[in-house]
């Protein structure tokens, strides 16, 4: 009876296991379809500078909806990286952002900075005889100065020194380099100093308690100084509450992002979005 059982359970364990592998697999393959087919879509989430209240920035953040599901970024840029996928994606979220500037451009809207991701695979996938992403910048006839690229800490580990090239190309070319999700990898300060970075976020899970937490207060209000000393501005990420915001204007933070202020937008109401809050001003 014992080995029946044991044996029933592996049968059972295989087959949970091939039922994963072939739902991946589909995933991967619709993934791969949905880019191919340009059906990705591209969210905006504003960035609100503190110090004269006005919408200095954006993030683009890349949305699937898979056959009427919306898949999560963070279920799906995992499986673009294994992939390969993530190339093609992360050009199509550019020319897509490209192309929100220049229409928000048309409606008299210029200037702002629009902060693009990308991961670790994609710089170390990166040709810098043919930098693809400022081709796409320059074809689409936007300012390199728009365009802030979101690295994450593993960019800029000591063994990815040749990442140092490409972010020093992108520097020359005129775009920002904004350091994503700070605190949460291997933070070495030095790394800030080695490399050219303009722009550091503050991950939310350093900003959650803000208002509530001494220590975590204290942590941010010295990120916010250091930053300072070094030439660096600051963006608060995942802000939901009134208090956050007070505790991080007085700590000096530049920029907030946030639900306080807003999801992430589809393109379409972004202008709607402008409107309105430089009404409420
Ligand atoms: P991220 O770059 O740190 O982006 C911020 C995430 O926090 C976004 O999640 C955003 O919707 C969410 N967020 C913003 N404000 C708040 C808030 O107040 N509360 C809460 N709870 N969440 C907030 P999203 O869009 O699901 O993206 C998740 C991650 O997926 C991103 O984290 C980024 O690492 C990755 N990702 C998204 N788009 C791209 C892309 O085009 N390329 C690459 N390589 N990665 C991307
Ligand atoms: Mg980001
Ligand atoms: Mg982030
Ligand atoms: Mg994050």
């Not at 840029?77 to 992360?90: D, Q, T, Y």
């Not at 170390?124 to 802030?148: D, Y």
Request: proline share 4%; with cysteine.
């Amino acid at each position: 009876l014992n080995a029946k059982q044991t044996g029933d359970e592996y049968l059972f364990f295989c087959k949970e296991m091939d039922n994963k592998v072939k739902k991946h697999n589909l995933l991967v393959e619709q993934l791969t379809q949905a880019v191919k087919n340009n059906d990705i879509e591209v969210y905006f989430q504003p960035i609100i500078d503190i110090e004269n209240n006005t919408v200095a920035k954006f993030e683009s953040l890349v949305r699937w909806n898979n056959q009427g599901q919306w898949v999560s970024p963070a279920e799906f840029i995992p499986l673009a990286e294994e992939s390969r996928v993530i190339i093609p994606l992360g050009e199509l979220v550019l020319l897509k952002t490209c192309q929100q500037i220049k229409a928000l451009e048309a409606q008299g809207y210029e200037n702002f900075v629009f902060n693009v991701n990308r991961s670790l695979f994609e710089f170390t996938e990166f040709n810098p005889e043919r930098n693809a992403w400022l081709e796409t910048i320059k074809s689409q006839g936007v300012k390199p100065s728009q365009i802030s690229f979101e690295l994450t800490e593993s960019v800029l580990a000591p063994e990815n020194t040749n990442h140092l090239d490409v972010l020093t190309q992108l520097k020359q070319a005129g775009c920002l380099i904004s350091l994503d999700d700070f605190g949460t990898g291997y933070s070495s300060l030095s790394y800030l100093r080695r490399f050219p970075v303009d722009v550091l976020k503050l991950d939310k899970s350093f900003i959650d308690e803000v208002h509530v937490d001494l220590g975590d207060e204290a942590l941010v209000k010295s990120i916010i100084q250091m930053s300072r000393v070094l030439g660096i501005k600051v963006v608060a990420e995942g802000v939901e509450e009134r208090e956050q915001l007070a505790v991080l204007t007085e700590a000096g933070c530049d920029y907030i992002q946030g639900y306080y202020f807003s999801k992430p937008l589809p393109a379409n109401d972004v202008v709607p979005f402008l409107t309105q809050f430089s009404r409420e001003q």
